[in-house]
């Protein structure tokens, strides 16, 4: 970093407040960022995909409880050696995001799945919710 982009960077209003907030708020975890998410419906059931980048499958926790569904993620970013942090506005990213499920799903089957960044989540109709067709008998 050169003489320059320090001076620019100590002259801004509001960074030394900025500064001493988070210094204040010490090692306390960040409000939690809400992925997004897109979901899907057809007969068979949902399929919920968030975006969680970077997210290590150790890193990811998905709970069912009370038919609530629970996303909670955290992501690490790692400074690489011998390299130092100049600015980070975000060092420990926490993701959550919480759903109530219907009882027309169920959550004992709920397949997931984490890819390149992306976490689908397959929640299966209960075969009683699932839509059937009712025979019609003439007599």
């Known amino acids: 970093m050169n003489e320059t982009t320090q ?5 801004q209003p509001g960074n030394a407040a900025a500064s001493r907030r988070q210094a204040e708020q ?6 939690p960022l809400a992925p997004p998410v897109d979901i899907f419906e057809n ?24 038919g609530t569904l629970t996303i909670d993620a955290e992501l690490m970013v790692p400074t690489p050696p011998g390299l130092r942090l100049q600015h980070g506005e975000v060092r420990h990213p926490h ?5 109530v499920l219907s009882p027309d799903f169920d959550a004992s089957r709920i397949d997931a799945q984490l890819r390149d960044g992306v976490l ?20």
Not at 52 to 62: A, F, N
Not at 95 to 99: G, H, L, M, Y
Not at 132 to 137: G, Q
């Open 43 to 66: 007969k068979q059931g949902i399929t919920v995909y968030a975006d969680l980048p970077g997210v290590p499958r150790e890193k990811l926790d998905i709970r069912v409880q009370d």
């Open 26 to 31: 010490g090692a306390t975890r960040q409000t």
């Open 120 to 139: 689908k989540l397959t929640i299966p109709r209960r075969d009683e919710a699932k839509p059937r067709r009712i025979e019609v008998h003439v007599g």
């Open 95 to 99: 993701f959550s995001r919480t759903f």
């Open 7 to 11: 001076l620019t960077t100590q002259s």
